[in-house]
């Protein structure tokens, strides 16, 4: 399948490793071959040069000029209400869900087991009725 | 100038400190479940009763629950975990570290006694067993939530993909 997501002016990057790592930032110029001029002044991103090998390319783009200045990146991702839109999304839910597991207890890792042993148990059930007997 | 030597050696006297009991680690508390880590009952999660004057840290299963005993186990074959139960109706404050010295045996050391077949192992005294009764029930009993419960029964266990230093307990 060919590529969807381009790097362009815009472009909502979320970071994948090091010290910004987590957090989501906006293309605003493109450096070289392999870094790009990020900006993130809502989510806490310092405007930096960053590699494109520590992002991953969002399905957002923001409609602003070449080296906007942050107050108007911080504008216009308010406008169109990126975080929000990334809590929502499917990266932005798998991201969330990462972080909720990383920080459940020994009781709630135990509960969780209950729970999926108890679900695939009725699934096993419903397939039995379903799958033709040998 | 060279350092001045007595002609004798002299032993230094030190000054024996009396040995501070370990201090409690890892912000337990009384009723908090641990996770034991070492000996039979590895991986078996019990309830944290008080620590002992020796520094060791008095545990109970419950006996119903997992087959733990009141037992004696170091701070180091823990892992303490965040979920805690409530243990005010139980009362162990009999339990001390005089009640798990174990009995001496009068044994002359006689050929006789060397070469007689070995006496069977002493049954389980029954004040021990009533005094596990008296504690756990203060235990048992308040705890309402029944996954607790099976979470009490179950063993801790490592998988694929579970790293013990990224895991919160």
Redesign the interface.
């Given at each position: 399948m060919a590529q969807t997501r381009f790097v362009e002016i815009g472009r909502v990057a979320y970071v994948n490793f090091g010290p910004e790592s987590g957090k989501l930032c906006v293309i605003v110029d493109v450096v070289d071959a392999k870094r790009a001029l990020v900006d993130g002044p809502v989510t806490g991103v310092v405007r930096q040069q960053m590699p494109f090998s520590r992002i991953s390319l969002t399905e957002f783009v923001l409609p602003i000029k070449r080296n906007q200045t942050s107050a108007n990146v911080a504008k216009s991702f308010d406008e169109h209400e990126i975080v929000k839109k990334w809590g929502n999304s499917h990266a932005g839910k798998h991201v969330a869900s990462n972080v909720r597991r990383?920080?459940?207890?020994?009781?709630e890792r135990?509960?969780l087991m209950?729970a999926q042993k108890k679900k695939s148990l009725l699934i096993k059930r419903e397939l039995k009725k379903i799958k033709p007997k040998h | 100038m060279v350092k001045w030597y007595p002609t004798e050696d002299v032993q230094k006297v030190r000054v024996k400190r009396a040995n501070k009991p370990a201090r409690l680690r890892g912000g337990v508390s009384p009723g908090q479940?641990l996770?034991l880590l070492a000996g039979k009952h590895q991986g078996k999660?019990v309830a944290f009763l008080k620590q002992l004057e020796s520094g060791l840290l008095l545990v109970t299963g419950p006996y119903k629950l997992n087959g733990v005993p009141l037992k004696r186990v170091p701070q180091a074959y823990t892992v303490p975990?965040?979920?805690k139960i409530d243990i005010s109706g139980s009362d162990f404050s009999k339990v001390t570290d005089a009640y798990f010295a174990k009995e001496k045996e009068n044994t002359k050391k006689t050929e006789e006694a060397f070469f007689a077949p070995k006496k069977e192992k002493k049954p389980f005294s029954d004040a021990k067993k009533a005094m596990q009764k008296s504690v756990d029930a203060g235990i048992v009993n308040k705890v309402a939530d029944p996954?607790?419960k099976?979470?009490l029964k179950?063993k801790?266990r490592l998988r694929n993909g579970m790293f013990p230093h990224?895991?919160?307990?």
């Open positions: 990383a920080s459940l207890t020994d009781f135990f509960k209950a | 479940i996770i999660r975990t965040s979920t996954v607790v099976k979470y179950t801790f990224t895991l919160k307990f």
